[in-house]
């Protein structure tokens, strides 16, 4: 029963988390800059790395001290070796390493990605998986589609030509007036909302598992424009909206973006006949698009508990586990990859 110290710093969260057998969470400690980038209206990157020298020493020592486990009583220490911000990956790869040279623990570099994948065994007396399972991620960095035939087995069917689910709901959130990052307050937004006051394009891509948002968001775009008119282009993200537009606005878009991803989803289970859709990342927290979800798949659906739903060391642990039973160790020379993907 492998535990694993795991630490993830790809982006805007500095996370740390204690993981037992790779499904039971001893700690999993995460302290999010979302706060400090709201006021740039997205992820600044060099305040990121900033940030994260700053509290990544306390995190972890924090996910040790809930755990109420010393670093000598871990069987490896994990991070998140890419995809991610260059900057940021590297203050949790060199903690990871000094850690690691430190207490000679074995050395575990992990795809953000198939961190999000594991994030769905990260709950207790879950039924075993059966393969294959089909997985969605849709993150702030990722929209991918992608078929699991065992662990660590994965064939990519496709993904966004453009923007991820989760970058489209952030620009979006920005049109819209409403504060980084964008998921959260369009899903707020559009509780107000009718989903059908506006008929935003939907691009099925028909033939292909492929997605693309970028043509939603610039309806978006120009329906905004139509609400203000004789705002110069100079002048628009500073000239709000009528706070009276958003809720439809936010609805209208949510539910072209959910309609493509459960749609496609489902359509893909069917094709490849898998046993289960499991939906990972950022944007799987959204509550339309857990609904739209139950409403339309015929085989069971499963999505993380929202904690763990965006970015968290806990997953990364728990993708850590599978690989270190594997035999995986990696030397303390291993680099960043910031364009990793996982397949
Ligand atoms: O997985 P994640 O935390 O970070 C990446 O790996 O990118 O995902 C962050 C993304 C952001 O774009 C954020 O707007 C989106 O997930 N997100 C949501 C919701 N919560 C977070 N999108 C829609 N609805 C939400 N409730
Ligand atoms: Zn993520």
Redesign the pocket.
């Known amino acids: 029963m492998p535990t694993i110290l795991a630490i993830e710093t790809?982006?805007d969260?500095t996370a740390a988390a204690v993981v037992q057998d790779g499904t039971r969470i001893l700690s999993n400690v995460v302290a999010s800059q979302a706060a400090k980038h709201a006021q740039f209206g997205g992820v600044f990157p060099e305040v990121a790395s900033r940030m994260h020298v700053e509290v990544i020493y306390p995190v972890v020592q924090q996910a040790l001290a809930e755990a109420q486990l010393p670093l000598a009583r871990m069987d490896a220490i994990a991070v998140t070796r890419g995809p991610?911000l260059p900057g940021s990956l590297v203050v949790g790869l060199n903690m990871a390493k000094g850690l690691a040279l430190g207490s000679g623990l074995p050395f575990i570099g992990v795809n953000?990605l198939e961190g999000?994948v594991y994030s769905l065994w990260l709950v207790e007396d879950t039924p075993p998986v059966r393969f294959p399972v089909l997985i969605l991620i849709?993150?702030?960095?990722?929209t991918e589609l992608i078929l699991m035939t065992d662990h660590g087995a994965y064939t990519r069917l496709g993904g966004t030509l453009d923007d991820?689910?989760?970058?489209a709901?952030?620009k979006v959130?920005r049109l819209l007036g409403l504060p980084y990052?964008?998921?959260?307050a369009?899903?707020n937004a559009a509780r107000a909302g009718n989903p059908t006051t506006h008929k935003f394009p939907r691009a099925w891509l028909e033939d292909t598992w492929n997605f693309s948002f970028s043509g939603l968001k610039t309806a978006v775009l120009y329906e905004v424009k139509k609400q203000r008119p004789g705002v110069p282009f100079s002048a628009e993200l500073e000239t709000p909206l009528d706070p009276a537009q958003v809720p439809d606005l936010a609805a209208s878009f949510?539910a072209a973006l959910v309609d493509v991803l459960v749609g496609k989803t489902v359509k893909a289970a069917g094709h490849f006949g898998v046993t289960e859709i499991f939906v990972a990342?950022?944007?799987s927290?959204?509550?339309a698009?857990k609904a739209e979800f139950e409403r339309q798949a015929t085989c069971p659906v499963r999505v993380p508990p929202l904690r763990l739903?965006?970015?968290n060391a806990a997953m990364i642990a728990a993708a850590a586990n599978f690989r270190f039973l594997n035999g995986q160790r990696d030397q303390l020379n291993l680099d960043a990859l910031p364009n990793w993907r996982l397949v």
């Open positions: 790809s982006c969260e991610g953000h999000h849709v993150s702030g960095g990722h991820a689910a989760g970058e709901f952030d959130g990052p964008g998921g959260p369009i899903e949510q990342g950022g944007v927290a959204n509550r698009l739903c965006t970015d």
